[in-house]
């Protein structure tokens, strides 16, 4: 039996990103009090003349949680510049630790959209590293049309555990060893 993974609360992983010199924020709305909608945001401050203290957006996430056990969503994953190694992680992260601390959702989906076919195959691995097995390929079928205008285009549905998603992203991040975060 292996060791349990780490399970850092969100307000480590905000201090895990300042310590990196990042920014991490996290947007919930509440809409009619149904639902969780989610903006998850990590940028570096701007420094030189040019940016004047300013944000560069490194990346970001976009979800909605549905107040189930499978009721999270994420959507939109995008990690852009330099030095990033450390921004997705942080995103993953803090989605799962969020959901774990704020919603009954311990488990998460997310579409491996299929824009091109190099890009779908880097989303299906690095979604798999973070414990996501395939759920369902959507396509051109009429059965598909619902969740794909849902989903916003075709690909392979995922589905992965809050949980494991959260202590595979610490142990990307470094944090394998430090228990109690």
């Known amino acids: 039996m292996s060791a349990p993974l780490p399970q850092p609360s969100l307000e480590a992983l905000e201090a895990e990103a300042v310590r990196r010199g990042l920014l991490l924020r996290l947007q919930v709305g509440r809409p009619l009090g149904l639902a969780w909608t989610l903006r998850v945001g990590v940028a570096r401050r701007l420094t030189s003349e040019v940016g004047r203290g300013g944000l560069e957006l490194l990346g970001e996430l976009k979800g909605w949680a549905l107040p189930t056990a499978a009721g999270l969503r994420l959507d ?6 330099q030095d990033t190694a450390a921004v997705g992680p942080l995103i993953c992260a803090a989605s799962f630790a969020w ?3 704020a919603t009954p959702c311990r488990q998460a989906t997310i579409l491996a959209i299929r824009d091109s076919d190099s890009q779908h195959r880097r989303l299906v691995r690095y979604f798999r590293q ?3 097995l395939p759920l369902r390929d959507l396509g051109a079928g009429p059965a598909d049309l619902a969740p794909r205008l849902v989903w916003g285009g075709a690909g392979l549905l995922m589905r992965g555990d809050c949980r494991e998603g959260l202590g595979r992203s610490a142990r990307r991040l470094g944090l394998g060893g430090l228990d109690g975060l």
């Not at 939109?76 to 510049?81: E, F, H, I, K, P």
């Open 130 to 132: 973070l414990g996501f």
């Open 76 to 81: 939109t994953l995008r990690v852009q510049g």
């Open 99 to 101: 959901a774990l601390e």
